[in-house]
C-alpha cells in the first residue's frame, strides 16, 4: 500500500514526544516506543502524523525489544480521534544501540501489522536512544512485498491543514 505515498509529514511535536520518552530510558539501554496517529493527506498520496503515544504503563521495555500496553495504547487513540480525528497508522520504537535499521523481529511486526490493517498506509519509525541523530521511517509495501525507507519532513501539521493537502 505504501507505492503510492510520496512523503511523510511529522509534526514538530511528535519530535519532542519522542525525545521525552527516549530521555526516560536512554541510560537504561531498553528499547521504548508507541503507535503513530495521523491520517492521509487529502491528496491521498502523502501521510500526516500528528502524534504519537508511549508505550503506556504496562508496557514492556527491555534490551532488544518492546512490547506497548495494548490497553492504554486504545484509550490514548480513541482520545485523539474523538478529540482530533486523527487515527492509528502505526508504531514506533528505539534501539538502543542507535541502529535504525530494521531488525528480523521489526521487519515481521511491520508485515504483521500492515496485513492486519489491510486497505491503510501503516508506517513505522526507528530511532535511537540518542534522539539527536534522525529516526527512520518505514513501510510494508504490500504490492512488492518489500519494506521501503520513506522520506519526512517535520512540519507544523497545522499549516499542512490549512493548505488542505
Not at 503515544?53 to 532488544?64: L, Q, T, V
Not at 502505526?90 to 500492515?114: A, F, K, R
Amino acid at each position: 500500500m505504501c507505492v503510492e505515498m510520496s512523503k511523510v509529514y511529522v509534526d514538530k511535536s511528535v519530535i519532542e514526544c519522542m525525545r521525552k520518552e527516549i530521555d526516560k530510558v536512554c541510560e537504561k539501554e531498553i528499547e521504548t516506543g508507541g503507535i503513530i496517529l495521523g491520517r492521509n493527506s487529502e491528496k491521498e498520496t502523502d501521510i500526516i502524523i500528528s502524534h504519537i503515544i508511549d508505550g503506556g504503563y504496562n508496557a514492556e521495555r527491555k534490551s532488544m525489544s518492546f512490547k506497548k500496553d495494548i490497553k492504554y495504547s486504545k484509550k490514548m487513540e480513541n482520545k485523539i480521534f474523538e478529540k482530533y480525528g486523527f487515527y492509528y497508522i502505526g508504531e514506533w520504537h528505539t534501539h538502543p544501540n542507535n541502529n535504525m535499521q530494521y531488525s528480523l523481529m521489526d521487519m515481521e511486526s511491520m508485515i504483521s501489522i500492515s496485513n492486519n490493517n489491510l486497505g491503510y498506509k501503516m508506517i513505522f519509525i526507528i530511532s535511537g536512544n540518542d534522539y539527536k541523530k534522525p529516526f527512520k521511517i518505514y513501510c510494508y509495501n504490500q504490492t512488492t512485498r518489500n519494506i521501503e525507507e520513506l522520506t519526512y519532513e517535520v512540519i507544523e501539521v497545522e499549516k499542512i491543514l490549512k493548505r488542505g493537502e
